[in-house]
């Protein structure tokens, strides 16, 4: 059990709202407003939107408290989580697992913000960009990539309350306004109302097992459960801060985001581009939307806005992925922030290069195929993003729900939970403890089974 002295000792959050600020930023990112839009025009809109809500709250948020309840008792990274209450080896390699997500989703996911940059100065002075011609030139993107990543090493160095909680404090509500003004401007162009009704209007007859689960998908990942970030940004928490009441805040805001996401996109794109599919998958945000900017009156601010926006939410997700791996060195290893930040930066940008170039037809990191029970996967970057960005989170997320519900004495964390939240007793404990225990397990298993093969078709549960 961490005392008081040593949690100092590695930084501590300066208040909830810094740790609200930090975390909800871990959770936003480009998972909400890249990726929700396009996986809810793959899932037939608004059904897809209701069930998303619901695994939030019914699988996504009890998840999150069970990570941050681990982080605040143990005082520690992942893999000292689990180890100092009592985790055996089999265990630990949960907590293992998350610093290499982090690590390696850290890689390729900066070459994604990597291209919002560029596409920030493209809109603002109004050059038409083709995205593939962008994507497959390593002179931009390698750059752009490397820039990304010296500004997330820049706020790490800067350690937990004077680094971290002090540019989330500004990003996240800079984040709000901006999200805010693009969808403000999206719903009252003439024509919007048909895409609001697609997005907010479910059909129920769409809801199948595939939407459920794809929803199931986008919950994990939009809510930054599964990666170790919760336990980490826990583990800076001091013992009177109200989990509860902040970890409702976190899901609320991210949440929140991923539906303005789909606000600020669905209407523009039925308004200004009538007949344009809703279902334009990954690059419907390269493609689709500067298009739709071009259409607005004032298109290019707004659309150096939004890609702005995208950057940020980016920034405010990398430096949690770069902060799990540092805190795993500076506690295990006894290394100094700066050495371990600088160390695992540098890493990450040369693990991002294969990434940047797998785009290119003739690359060797173009041509790699893997075969994963049935689920092809072309390219470095697509391979990375299901091993580490996908399978090795469901796994993690199984792990940790079995750990500190059967493994453990699961009351440990639900006093954990209470300490500071005179509200958590009776039921809502008693349903905390019941969907730990059963519930999340059992709808794991189902996620991971689908991604097998086992239930049908393989599919990537989200």
Request: net charge neutral; aromatic share 14%; charged share 10%.
């Amino acid at each position: 059990m961490a005392t008081s002295t040593d949690t100092q000792g590695r930084g501590q959050w300066g208040s909830s709202f810094g740790f609200i600020m930090a975390a909800a930023g871990s959770a936003v990112g480009l998972g909400n407003i890249w990726r929700f839009p396009y996986i809810t025009g793959e899932n037939g809109g608004g059904a897809f939107v209701f069930m998303y809500i619901i695994c939030v709250l019914l699988i996504g948020l009890p998840l999150l408290l069970n990570e941050i309840a681990l982080g605040r008792k143990s005082g520690k990274n992942p893999v000292g989580a689990i180890r100092s209450t009592g985790g055996n080896k089999f265990w630990q390699a949960a907590g293992a697992l998350c610093i290499l997500v982090c690590f390696c989703v850290l890689s390729y996911y900066s070459v994604i913000a990597g291209w919002t940059i560029g596409y920030i100065f493209t809109e603002l002075i109004d050059i038409p960009v083709n995205f593939e011609e962008f994507q497959d030139t390593p002179m931009y993107v390698v750059p752009l990539c490397f820039m990304f990543l010296l500004m997330t090493i820049g706020i790490v160095l800067g350690g937990i309350s004077g680094g971290i909680e002090k540019a989330a404090k500004f990003l996240m509500p800079v984040l709000f306004l901006i999200i805010l003004f693009i969808a403000g401007r999206a719903v009252t162009l003439p024509g919007a109302s048909e895409g609001i009704s697609y997005y907010l209007s479910p059909d129920f007859s769409k809801i199948n097992g595939e939407v459920i689960l794809a929803a199931l998908g986008q919950a994990f990942f939009s809510m930054s459960v599964g990666w170790g970030l919760m336990i980490t940004y826990g583990s800076y928490l001091p013992k009177n801060n109200n989990i509860i009441q902040s970890s409702g805040w976190i899901a609320g805001m991210d949440s929140g985001v991923a539906l303005l996401g789909g606000l600020m996109i669905f209407p523009a794109l039925f308004a200004l581009l009538p007949g344009k599919d809703p279902a334009a998958g990954p690059a419907l945000v390269f493609e689709v939307l500067p298009a739709v900017f071009d259409a607005m009156p004032g298109g290019n601010f707004i659309g150096a806005l939004f890609f702005l926006l995208l950057l940020v939410a980016a920034l405010t997700s990398s430096i949690s992925m770069l902060e799990v791996p540092v805190s795993y060195f500076i506690d295990e290893k006894k290394w100094s922030r700066k050495k371990a930040t600088w160390v695992i930066g540098i890493a990450a940008m040369a693990l991002s290069i294969p990434s940047a170039l797998s785009s290119i037809e003739g690359n060797f990191f173009h041509e790699m195929t893997v075969n994963f029970f049935g689920i092809v996967k072309s390219g470095f970057f697509d391979m990375m993003d299901f091993f580490f960005g996908t399978l090795a989170v469901v796994v993690i997320c199984l792990m940790l729900a079995l750990y500190t519900g059967w493994a453990q004495k699961i009351e440990l964390y639900a006093n954990e939970l209470a300490m500071g939240s005179p509200i958590f007793q009776g039921f809502a404990r008693k349903a905390w403890i019941f969907f730990i225990r059963i519930v999340c397990p059992v709808v794991i298993l189902l996620v991971l089974l689908n991604m097998v093969g086992l239930l049908g078709e393989p599919g990537e549960g989200g």
